[in-house]
């Protein structure tokens, strides 16, 4: 199959560009096998509905539920790899001066790769915190075999260390991100169907700014209407044609 065809202004804009912000989703993880988070849940959680998963309320109702999905979804990003597609955006990294990836994705999966400018909007799958008084839990204490573990400062339930549905985002990150996507010359969204707030804003906030704003997405998305550039593809697929055809190199 002949790789994708990168629009010629978008090379161009890309070769001189000081300043690049990508937002991703968990498109650009589904080449890696982890499924995305829309998609139909397999096994015992094909029952449950992520976004009612994902929330206070259930975690209140059955902590012990909650707390096993997590660790499901650890299980199987541990078996995962990055992809090429997170791959290319370690290289268009090194390559853009002020570069910033801002992601919905809580799999880690962009710093196993090689990332570093990493904003996390959502928090991190391998991370846990107090659920009771919110106590800095450096060292969770995630084998003691209690389901949800204890905080070892105030003994309340520990939980993952995620955005949920209903909570807000870590202000001091949705801050960078949103200055980010202000400053951005090229503002990327790769991956995400572009449905879940504050972060769905962030292409429009660039788009207001001047921002050239490029979607990377198999499908449309309610972004698609907007962008300067909506390239129809596999991130995996797409990501490394534009880093070949604009720096002349494979990622
Ligand atoms: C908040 C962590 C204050 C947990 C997640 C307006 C403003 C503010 C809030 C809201 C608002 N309107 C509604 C709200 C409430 C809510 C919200 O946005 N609801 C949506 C559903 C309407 N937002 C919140 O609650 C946020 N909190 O703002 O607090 C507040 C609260 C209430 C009311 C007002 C204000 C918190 C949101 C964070 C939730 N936590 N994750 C966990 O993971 O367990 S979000 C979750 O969805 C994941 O992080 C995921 O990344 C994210 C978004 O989904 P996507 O990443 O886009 O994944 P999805 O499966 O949807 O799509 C995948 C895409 O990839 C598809 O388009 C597919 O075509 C594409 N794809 C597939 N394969 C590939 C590919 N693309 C490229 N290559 C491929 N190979």
Same mark, same amino acid.
């Given at each position: ?24 989703? &968990?498109?650009?993880? &589904? ?25 206070? @309320? ?9 707390? @096993? ?37 809580? @799999?880690?999966? %962009?710093?196993?790769?090689?990332? %570093?400018?990493?904003?996390?909007? %959502? ?10 008084? @919110? ?70 906030? &660039? ?18 209407? %907007? ?25």
């Amino acid at each position: 199959m002949s790789e994708p065809l990168i629009p010629a202004d978008l090379i161009h804009r890309l070769r001189s560009a000081r300043r690049v912000a990508v937002l991703t989703g &968990a498109g650009i993880s &589904a080449e890696s096998g982890v499924p995305t988070f829309r998609e139909a849940q397999t096994g015992l959680w094909a029952q449950y509905n992520p976004e009612e998963l994902a929330t206070p @309320d259930a975690f209140r109702r059955n902590p012990q539920l909650v707390w @096993d999905w997590y660790i499901w979804r650890q299980e199987r990003v541990r078996l995962a790899e990055p992809n090429p597609g997170h791959l290319a955006l370690v290289e268009m990294e090194r390559r853009i001066a002020d570069f910033t990836l801002i992601t919905q994705n809580v @799999d880690g999966l %962009h710093r196993r790769a090689g990332s %570093h400018q990493i904003l996390e909007l %959502h928090g991190n799958l391998f991370r846990a915190k107090c659920f009771s008084e @919110d106590c800095p839990v450096e060292n969770p204490p995630l084998e003691s075999g209690e389901i949800p573990p204890r905080c070892p400062q105030c003994g309340g339930l520990l939980r993952p260390d995620v955005v949920w549905f209903g909570e807000m985002l870590p202000a001091n990150i949705l801050r960078a991100a949103e200055q980010a996507a202000t400053q951005a010359e090229v503002f990327f969204s790769i991956g995400t169907s572009a449905l879940v707030y504050p972060a769905a804003d962030l292409p429009f906030t &660039a788009l207001t700014a001047g921002a050239m704003v490029v979607e990377i997405n198999p499908q449309p998305t309610p972004l698609s209407p %907007h962008v300067t550039f909506s390239l129809n593809g596999a991130a995996g697929v797409v990501l490394p044609a534009l880093i070949a055809q604009t720096w002349g190199i494979v990622a």
